[in-house]
Nanobody, 129 residues
Framework: QVQLVESGGGLVQAGDSLRLSCAAS????????VGWFRQAPGKGREFVAA????????SYGDSVKGRFTISRDNAKNMVYLQMNSLNPEETAVYYC??????????????????????WGQGTQVTVSS
C-alpha cells in the first residue's frame, strides 16, 4: 500500500505559478513511477505529467509541455509539480498517483488512469482570469 497526500493548491491569477507537492508513505516509493493528473468540473481525468522511478525520464501532456515540470525527491518520498503561466482553463483538482508496478518506464511512461495504482485525494487549483 502507498498513501499519497497532495498539497500546495490554491487560488491564483492567470499567468501565475504554483508548485504542488505530493507526500508518499507506505510501501517503498523509490522503485515506483509517479504521475500527475487533473480533473476539471464535468470532465474526465486528464494526464499532466509522469516521472520514472529512476533515470529521470519524464513525459508531459501536450497542453502543459514547456510550462510544467515534474520532479521527485526519493530521499524525502516527495513528488512535485511546478506549474508556470497558468490559465483559467487549468482550474481543476490535481491528483498524484503511482504507476502499476508492471510499468518500468524504460520505453513507455504511463499516461492513462488505468495504468496507475494508488491515488491521492487531490488538491484544488483555481486560476482566475
Amino acid at each position: 500500500q502507498v498513501q499519497l497526500v497532495e498539497s500546495g493548491g490554491g487560488l491564483v491569477q492567470a499567468g501565475d505559478s504554483l508548485r504542488l507537492s505530493c507526500a508518499a508513505s507506505g510501501r517503498t516509493f523509490d522503485n515506483t513511477g509517479v504521475g500527475w493528473f487533473r480533473q476539471a468540473p464535468g470532465k474526465g481525468r486528464e494526464f499532466v505529467a509522469a516521472h520514472s522511478a529512476s533515470g529521470g525520464r519524464t513525459s508531459y501532456g501536450d497542453s502543459v509541455k514547456g510550462r510544467f515540470t515534474i520532479s521527485r525527491d526519493n530521499a524525502k518520498n516527495m513528488v512535485y509539480l511546478q506549474m508556470n503561466s497558468l490559465n483559467p482553463e487549468e482550474t481543476a483538482v490535481y491528483y498524484c498517483a503511482t504507476w502499476l508496478l508492471s510499468y518500468s518506464g524504460d520505453s513507455y511512461l504511463p499516461r492513462y488512469t488505468q495504468e496507475y495504482e494508488y491515488w491521492g485525494q487531490g488538491t484544488q487549483v483555481t486560476v482566475s482570469s
